[in-house]
């Protein structure tokens, strides 16, 4: 039978286990990510049913939520992660990956040659599925059902039904990733994509669609409700996996069958998109960002797994290069990973962005997330490149946070108002 | 069969809502405190008793943060009806045992308040008389609601 990609991934980690009159069956996941403040809540429960850990070299474990820690209950949530790390040698004798302050989880993975196209991720965290952008299957899941994986090696999945998503036109010059994702959620709403699976496939002219912004469609496709995003691998997929010293899968089948079955298929011309922008309190209020420009904005955040990469920072750095912001306006860069950082360092962005009033944080989650660093009072007004624009998650309940490109976000600093960047693009 | 008191909120109710990310914690104390943080409308938030909550689609959206369901079991609730879960909690629930039952339409079902009862396939409002037929459950997830949660399911069939 013709099968969709997130089918033909899926069935490669199927046990042959299942329960009569189910359609959940049991899978055997490739790789397990997690982050000190969900593998936190498990290492008591996993120490008292004094098991061994089924396989510790699939594990790939990052401390970047709370690491460095800002609070001392964060202090030791940390070290309780640390040393359940340490006990059982992850990273070290056991083997599997263990890395600390070198970014968020799900950035430190997809640089990794671990983040295989064609293997199944399951990641204690909802933006697990940022890894789907290589061509993998990867989900996230709660606490208990990690803590499943981490004592038998394998978790009960439904193989979703997948809409496919085909991207075509040539991409205008001030369009990103964000702003496609964007689109994803105004076209779906929060729940929309709902226990589906979503099927990328990048048939724009010229360039294909960076990576950087790849990853940030299947990023938030967990926030229009799918299970995950999967992007089908193509020539980019591989020079970028084989720079971060992957081996090439030969051995995997890496596209849909031409005759697989979809239960929709939506495409986006990419010409003549406008640069789009989501309002408080939903990731899925989205418009044209000229819809709510001259808004007046106190806090410009570029950062997170969404919208903390080389992207979104030499973007902004294209446009504040050589200008300055409001000395009031708080403009926070927060790099997703130390190769982020690093490279936004070697190309002179960073230096551009200090220089234009920004502060330079350190790789970690950051504001997004309400955790650190860039917390919003009541009444203030955030652009920011992250995902999440909730009540209440990046600080006060009042305060209201904007979604947008790393192009809208620094142009909406540049004048202190929400921006359209093509009115500021040199 | 579970009684309680009705909590009513929308569509798209998200786990920032419900429980803000600044009570994550391991101090189970601070969690409890974090219940339904965000969700203004909930009255007697600090009050441990046994409740229902109804609501729309998509509820329990977003974060994975485990600690919003044990923040609602703390709280004493004791099920959740809506028109459709957030796939994560909707998974969270049912491995910390948690009753999490679809329904394909709660509008004007409940008002806050009202007392609630789930018994079998069926909810009922017993200050209305109303009943309403809850969606099956999967019967994977039945048995691991049956058997407490999802790790005393893996050790009843002795994966665990
Ligand atoms: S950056 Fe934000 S969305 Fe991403 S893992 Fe961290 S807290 Fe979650």
Redesign the pocket.
């Known amino acids: 039978m013709s099968q969709t990609l997130t089918e033909k991934v899926l069935s490669r980690g199927l046990t042959g286990r299942t329960m009569d009159g189910s359609e959940w069956r049991e899978v055997e996941p490739d790789l397990l990510l997690g ?1 000190d403040a969900t593998i936190a809540l498990v290492v008591d429960r996993f120490a008292d049913a004094d098991k061994p850990l089924a396989f510790p070299e699939r594990l790939f474990l990052v401390a ?2 709370f690491a460095p820690p800002s609070t001392v209950d964060r202090a030791n949530v940390l070290r309780r992660f640390l040393d359940f790390v340490e006990r059982h040698g992850i990273g070290g004798p056991a083997g599997g990956t263990f890395q600390m302050m070198q970014g ?3 950035q430190v993975l997809v640089e990794s040659p671990r983040c295989v196209p064609g293997s199944i991720v399951v990641g204690a ?3 697990t599925t940022m890894a789907g952008a290589l061509g993998a299957f990867a989900t996230g899941m709660g606490s208990t059902d990690i803590l499943a994986v981490l004592q038998t090696g394998t978790t009960w999945l439904r193989i979703p039904p997948s809409d496919r998503i085909v991207l075509e036109g040539s991409m205008a010059p001030h369009l990103r990733g964000k702003d496609l994702a964007l689109w994803m959620m105004r076209t779906y709403g929060e729940g929309g994509a709902g226990w589906k699976a979503l099927e990328f496939e990048d048939c724009t002219d010229g360039d294909p669609i960076p990576m950087d912004s790849r990853l940030t469609l299947t ?1 938030m496709s967990v926030d229009c409700g799918a299970v995950n995003g999967i992007w089908v691998p193509d020539d980019l997929t591989r020079r970028y996996f084989e720079s971060n010293g992957g081996v090439w899968p030969t051995d995997a089948d890496l596209s849909p069958d031409p005759g697989a079955t979809y239960a929709a298929e939506h495409r986006l011309d990419v010409t003549n998109l406008a640069p789009q922008i989501a309002a408080p309190y939903s990731p899925a209020n989205v418009s044209d960002v000229a819809a709510v420009a001259g808004e007046r904005v106190h806090q410009v955040f570029i ?4 919208g ?1 990469r080389i992207e979104e920072i030499a973007d902004a750095a294209s446009i504040l290069r050589g200008r300055r912001i409001d000395s009031r306006l708080k403009l926070v860069v927060t790099p ?1 990973s130390q190769a982020v950082y690093r490279a936004a360092m070697e190309d002179g962005s960073l230096t551009a962005l200090l220089d234009a009033g920004a502060v330079i944080t350190n790789p ?3 504001a ?2 309400g ?1 650190d660093k860039g917390l919003l009072a009541a009444g203030e007004v955030c652009v920011s490149t ?3 624009n909730f009540r209440g998650r990046m600080g006060d309940v009042d305060a209201r946070v904007f979604l947008g490109s790393g192009l809208t976000a620094a142009a909406s600093a540049l004048t202190g108002r929400i921006t359209d960047p093509r009115e500021v693009m040199q | 069969m579970i009684r309680g008191c009705a909590i009513v909120v929308g569509d798209d109710v998200n786990t920032d809502l419900l429980h803000p ?1 600044y009570f994550f914690s391991l101090d189970p104390k601070t969690v409890r405190k974090g219940f339904m943080g965000a969700v203004t409308s909930v009255d007697a938030r600090d009050e441990d008793k046994s409740r229902v909550i109804v609501a729309g689609r998509n509820f329990g959206c977003g ?1 994975s943060r485990e600690t919003t369901m044990t923040a609602l079991k703390l709280a004493g609730v004791r099920g959740v009806v809506a028109e459709s879960f957030g796939r994560i909690f909707f998974r969270n629930a049912m491995s910390l045992g948690m009753t999490a039952r679809t329904v394909p339409s709660l509008k004007g079902f409940a008002t806050a308040g009202d007392a609630l009862c789930i018994s079998g396939n069926e909810l009922h409002n017993e200050r209305t008389g109303a009943a309403l037929p809850l969606d099956p459950l999967d019967p994977f997830w039945e048995a691991v609601l049956t058997a407490g949660g999802l790790i005393p399911f893996l050790t009843t069939r002795g994966d665990l």
């Open positions: 982050h970047d939520h968020i989880c799900h965290d909802s933006h990023n950062g997170s797994c969404a903390g997703a970690s989650c950051g997004c997330g955790i992250s995902n999440r | 990310s974060s």
